[in-house]
């Protein structure tokens, strides 16, 4: 017979075992061992059920049958009790059975077996002949069997066995003490044993044919059963093979639908999102693993509990959220799904914002509960909260600056204007979103020029433009000069989508910047001036030598002529050719010092010797004249590219103050030195004298406009000019300390000045 054991209960799928054969020990065994928790053997089991009731009962109502050995058998020939040794009874190691016949000495058991039955039958006492048992090589012992109906405690189905022995020694022994019986006896007491024989023969005989006849009965039954189970086991092969093909298709199914439940499982773990599926009481049906890490509960805790107890259950501002608000209970109401974002709850009492999406679940069209998508969007909305105020922060700032700042798009529209723009612009900042910036606010004279540059600049993607200046006209035509800075937007994909210009109004600066520019020209127009005075008395002086050589000249002339010497054509040409000569002298002197004050505005490449030859002209024979010696420390003629005329400028007045500082000290021996070195990509020029040298209390001051060393003699603009010059000019500095004697005027230029 085959079994099958059962794979799935909710579709019958059963697995086919090979098969077993089931233990044959009686349910009595059991109810006798059943408060023993690990018997040794039989015996152990014997002694154990041995209880002293049965002792006293045979002590008290069988004592003519009380031996010091016996045994007491129920009805299935098991032995229930044992009293005293009984060498007949052989339990093998371990328990195997209670069975008597199973543990009785081999040639006892035929002749017990036939007792047994005698008894039982006749419910008398039954008595075997004796059997001749060999124990060993010497020893014969004859056993006889006495079977006894034995009643306990209304129980009518005992046997008492007691074994009688004899031994052979015994038996001899009594023979030779005995008398012999008579003839008559033996033959009487041998017609009586051969009489109980055939009747036992008799009876064997009755038993054997009853035997038979109920085999042959039993072996009809047998084969009318074989033909049935011949019939029954087609049927069972045939029934069978279907159920191992429906069995086979239903464990096809069952693997298909657990492939598919996985398949489902692995889609609801590989989310990002954390799933949960609700039923219409809100209770838990489902939930993937990244739920439960949100919510850090783990799955035994929610699979059956109402969700909205666990973590729906505050709102924001702490109070308590009823359920009958709950969104997703809308959603089994009204079977819409619903998109939002809420406030759920973890397991340790914090809290985090979502955003999720309820959809129902249905079943023939009907609503059976609800799954809900949801991810933890904290770190966004914290990000949209610092967005949001950085926003705020910056709308603050644009309409705090005073600086005009428009947001402008790649077609040139206005995104943005802050407070300060539409002020400048006097217009409003929210009527102006939308509208063309070059359109309403650049002049239509360089409205193309700006575009151009505009779209140039969104097409190339270049970073941010250099600062410029450029007018714009207010919506009442005004004009305004706006110094711009300009940043270019662009995209996640790095794709320009505008610019942020920042403008500064410097209408009013620009004026005042034009003004002091006018106001410095005619300061060193002044200064030019203040040294006129000198300058017309160093041509003077200049030309007093080349004058009195042409009248010298001519004179000469002028006698001979007189006389009436002969002049000859040689002394002629020597006289015109020397006359040209301090004619040429003369007109040089008047283009060194034009050149001196005519005006130069563009750089140019020049030597350092060649600016000191220059001064040298202007200046020697004043120095020479007020004995005082120049010198120039230079050990390398350097080439630099600045303003000619600003430089000499400079170096006029420098030089000019100090000679009145040695005239002022009086000095006999005055010298002015003009050292000039290289410093990387500058050039120090150092103008010392050994004058009295600047008053302490004028050092920190010197250089501003009208302060003067020279007290009433000096005005201070000549100082205050050339510093100017050198700042804003020639692009450096000039600094002045004193010395041991006198004073060093420094100035520091760069090699290479680029006009502004």
């Not at 087609?234 to 191992?244: A, G, K, P, V």
């Not at 529209?413 to 900042?429: F, H, M, P, V, W």
């Not at 005027?745 to 006009?755: M, R």
Request: aromatic fraction near 8%; proline fraction near 3%; glycine fraction near 4%.
């Amino acid at each position: 017979m085959n079994y099958f054991t059962l794979l799935n209960t909710k579709w019958k799928i059963y697995e086919k075992e090979p098969s077993i054969t089931p233990p044959k020990l009686a349910p009595r065994f059991y109810k006798i061992l059943s408060s023993a928790s690990a018997p040794e053997n039989a015996v152990d089991i014997l002694k154990k059920s041995s209880a002293p009731s049965i002792e006293t009962y045979l002590a008290e109502s069988m004592f003519q049958l009380f031996t010091p050995s016996c045994v007491i058998i129920n009805r299935h020939d098991d032995m229930i009790y044992t009293k005293g040794e009984i060498p007949y009874l052989e339990f093998s190691e371990g328990f195997t059975s209670l069975n008597i016949f199973k543990n009785l000495h081999p040639d006892l058991r035929l002749e017990l077996h036939y007792t047994l039955e005698q008894s039982r039958k006749k419910d008398v006492d039954v008595r075997s002949k004796f059997i001749e048992i060999q124990e060993n090589s010497e020893k014969t012992v004859f056993v006889r069997i006495i079977a006894t109906p034995f009643s306990y405690q209304n129980s009518d189905a005992l046997s008492l066995l007691y074994f009688q022995e004899y031994h052979i020694d015994e038996i001899i022994f009594n023979a030779q003490r005995s008398n012999f019986p008579k003839e008559s006896d033996l033959v009487n007491s041998l017609q009586t044993q051969v009489s109980q024989m055939k009747e036992q023969l008799h009876a064997l005989q009755n038993e054997l044919d009853n035997s038979n006849e109920n085999m042959q009965m039993m072996n009809e039954e047998l084969q009318s059963s074989n033909e049935e189970l011949q019939s029954s086991n087609e049927e069972l092969e045939t029934s069978n093979e279907e159920l191992q093909a429906t069995n086979e298709e239903l464990n096809e199914t069952y693997h298909h639908i657990n492939a598919l439940k996985q398949q489902y499982s692995n889609i609801l773990e590989s989310s990002l999102d954390g799933i949960l599926g609700l039923d219409l009481d809100e209770k838990h049906t489902f939930c993937n693993s990244q739920a439960l890490e949100m919510l850090g509960f783990t799955s035994e805790e929610l699979m059956g509990k109402i969700g909205h107890t666990l973590w729906h259950h505050t709102k924001a501002d702490g109070t308590v959220f009823d359920r009958s608000e709950c969104p997703i209970l809308h959603v089994t109401k009204t079977g819409e799904p619903i998109r939002g974002e809420d406030l759920y709850w973890r397991k340790d009492g914090s809290s985090f914002e979502v955003q999720y999406t309820s959809a129902p679940i249905r079943e023939n069209s009907k609503v059976t509960g609800v799954v809900l998508f949801f991810h933890d969007i904290s770190k966004e909305k914290a990000l949209e909260r610092k967005i949001k105020h950085e926003q705020s922060l910056i709308k603050h700032y644009f309409d705090t600056t005073e600086a005009l700042v428009v947001v402008i798009n790649t077609k040139g529209n206005i995104e943005l204007l802050n407070r300060k723009g539409a002020t400048l612009l006097e217009t409003d900042s929210q009527m102006m979103v939308g509208k063309n910036w070059f359109e309403h606010f650049v002049d239509k004279s360089i409205q193309k020029e700006v575009l151009a540059v505009f779209e140039a600049v969104i097409a190339s993607n270049v970073g941010t433009i250099l600062p410029y200046t450029n007018e714009i006209m207010t919506t009442k035509g005004e004009k305004k000069l706006l110094y711009w800075t300009n940043t270019p937007l662009f995209d996640d994909n790095n794709k320009s989508i505008g610019i942020i210009a920042t403008g500064i109004d410097i209408t009013q600066e620009n004026e005042l910047k034009r003004k002091l520019h006018e106001k410095e020209e005619m300061m060193i127009a002044q200064s030019r001036q203040a040294a006129m005075g000198d300058m017309i008395a160093m041509i003077a002086h200049q030309w007093r030598q080349p004058i009195s050589i042409i009248s010298m000249e001519a004179n000469s002339l002028q006698a001979d002529l007189e006389l009436g010497n002969e002049i000859n054509k040689v002394n002629l040409q020597k006289l015109v050719k020397s006359i040209s000569y301090q004619t040429q002298h003369l007109s040089k002197t008047i283009d060194d010092f034009r050149n001196f004050f005519k005006p130069n505005k563009e750089v140019q490449t020049m030597s350092i010797d060649e600016i000191v030859k220059n001064i040298k002209m202007l200046l020697l024979k004043s120095l020479e004249n007020n004995n005082i010696a120049f010198e120039l420390d230079m050990k390398e003629n350097y080439e630099i590219i600045s303003y000619k005329n600003e430089l000499i400028q400079v170096l006029v007045n420098l030089i000019l103050n100090a000679k009145d500082a040695i005239k002022e000290a009086n000095s006999t021996n005055g010298k002015i030195i003009i050292r000039v070195t290289k410093d990387g990509e500058k050039l120090l020029i150092e103008v010392c004298d050994n004058g009295i040298g600047i008053p302490k209390e004028l050092l920190n001051t010197l250089g501003e406009p009208y302060v003067s060393s020279k007290g009433k003699n000096g005005t201070g603009l000549g100082l205050y000019m050339s510093k100017v010059i050198v700042s804003k000019h020639l692009r450096g500095t000039l600094e002045w300390k004193n010395r041991d004697k006198g004073a060093c005027f420094s100035i520091k230029i760069p090699l290479k000045v680029s006009k502004s």
